[in-house]
């Protein structure tokens, strides 16, 4: 069984430019995370969504966004970026009530 | 904010000895899990306690969970070079209602010297 997979796996954006990350989670698994792991921050909970909709969302601004698709793969975009915005971003999927499975992450530089 | 409080931030023991790492929260939670990360890329789960469970065990790993004191303990026996890694736990945060959201300790790094 796959995993939960993140592309890409290195981002080098310039500040001011747009971000878009990509998951896909587990086969079977309609819940995807977001996650932002920055240095000295640990890691944050950014975004959920379920089935499509998003559910719940961290304490972020507005210019980080996303969608989940209709096979439950999921986008996190990052709009405005700024240097603070570099970061590993991890994405997760579950089902209700389990543990999460991680992808690897993208590691997002903003110079 | 972090709910998870976890201590040591960091250990460092050699090869075979037995490593225990704590972890504290503050509010009433669902359950608790343990994640491992090796050099800052994906979370590995290892475990996940609901909160009716008192001890869970997984191959190595010993984890147990004091709901009045708001507290587990994670115990790898017998550790290898391999473990070396950083351990994370992580709280639903809410007994109550379900948010979607872990709150993560900021963790303990484990060294294990071969």
């Known amino acids: 069984e796959a995993g939960v997979t993140q592309s890409p796996t290195h981002l080098i954006k310039t500040r001011g430019q747009q971000a878009t990350l990509r998951c896909s989670p587990i086969?079977?698994?309609?819940?995807v995370y977001w996650y932002q792991q920055a240095l000295g921050l640990g890691l944050q909970f950014l975004l959920w969504?379920?089935?499509?909709?998003?559910?719940n969302r961290g304490n972020f601004p507005p210019r980080f966004s996303g969608r989940q698709f209709p096979n439950y793969s999921s986008e996190l975009n990052v709009n405005a970026l700024e240097l603070e915005d570099s970061a590993l971003y991890l994405c997760?999927?579950?089902?209700?009530?389990?543990?999460?499975?991680f992808g690897s992450g993208t590691r997002l530089t903003v110079v | 904010s972090q709910q998870g409080e976890e201590d040591p931030q960091a250990l460092s023991i050699q090869e075979g000895e037995n490593a225990t790492m704590n972890c504290s929260y503050k509010t009433s939670i669902n359950n608790l899990q343990w994640y491992r990360q090796n050099s800052g890329r994906g979370l590995v789960h290892l475990i996940l306690i609901r909160s009716n469970e008192r001890e869970k065990h997984s191959g190595r790993l010993r984890v147990t969970l004091d709901t009045s004191k708001k507290s587990s303990s994670l115990l790898i026996t017998a550790s290898r070079a391999a473990d070396t890694a950083s351990y994370f736990c992580a709280t639903d945060g809410d007994g109550s209602s379900n948010t979607g959201k872990l709150i993560f300790g900021q963790g303990t790094t484990l060294q294990v010297k071969p």
């Open positions: 997760a999927s579950s089902n209700v009530g389990g543990g999460y499975t």
């Open positions: 969504y379920d089935e499509g909709e998003e559910r």
């Open positions: 086969s079977g698994h309609t819940s």
